[in-house]
């Protein structure tokens, strides 16, 4: 559609004018941000929404400025995909009320809470160095099977169905599904995060996995999967405080521990907007 077009061209514009791209001719971007904390932004100043803990600094704003879009966030600490459909907390209205006919872009960043990926990272900090703990590596692969990576399995088919249902209720859409970042390096960085090498890598690569079904269910289902992974290494929460865009155990920055910063935030937020404009 029209927007879209004159949306690359906005982009390219953006460096050649103050603040937001210039408005488009039959009005701005309409941009429907949809997902959990891993958009929401939880604890990083100002918070606009309380209940979902919800930032003006997380990637859908940056994106939607640099777009010089018009933002819905409806995005949600806490989420998981049957809140899309229904009330969050028992108030917070479903995020699919946010999309109709006229919407023209959509974010999506879910499947991290579904899968329990981080009451699983909390649950491999082990403040001695082996062999004094348990690994959760160990933990979760007891018996042969691998609990996280059956989590992450039997989400598939609920998130592929998710992206049809945000086709129907936006179908002149383009669907962004973002992934999630790189959280740790190889072996990691013990004891700065207590968890074992073992289980860092464990960890990061259950991420990878995820990321792998999230980029496979979009293609399958009509959405282009944004990659945050590869841009964010060497930036995870091993990294430097300066070049950390992504938060440890003990964050760094005014953060939720395992998310990213308002650093990670920002550059988020241009990756996404670039995604947007391709």
Known sequence: MRRRALLAIGVLLAGLVTGPAAARADGPLEYVALGDSSAAGPLILPQIDLACLRTNRNYPHVAAQQLGAQLTDVTCSGAVIPDFSGKQFGFVPPQYNALSSTTDLVTVAITGNDTGLVSA??????????????????????????????????????????????????????????????????????PLIPVWAVDANYLQATIDRLNAMLAAQSAAHGAQYVDLRTPSI??????????????????????APLHPSARGMAAFGTIVAAAAAS
């Open 121 to 190: 990272a909390l649950s491999c900090i082990n403040l001695l160095p082996p062999p004094a703990g348990t690994s959760c590596k160990a933990r979760y692969t007891a018996g042969g099977t691998d609990q996280l990576a059956a989590r992450i399995a039997a989400t598939a088919e609920p998130f592929g169905q998710a992206l049809d249902r945000i086709r129907e209720l936006a179908p002149n859409a383009k669907i962004l599904v973002t992934g999630y970042g790189t959280y740790v390096r190889p072996n990691g960085c013990y």
């Open 234 to 255: 060497g930036h995870d929460a091993c990294a430097p405080v300066s070049q950390r865009w992504l938060e440890g155990l003990i964050p760094s920055s005014v953060a």
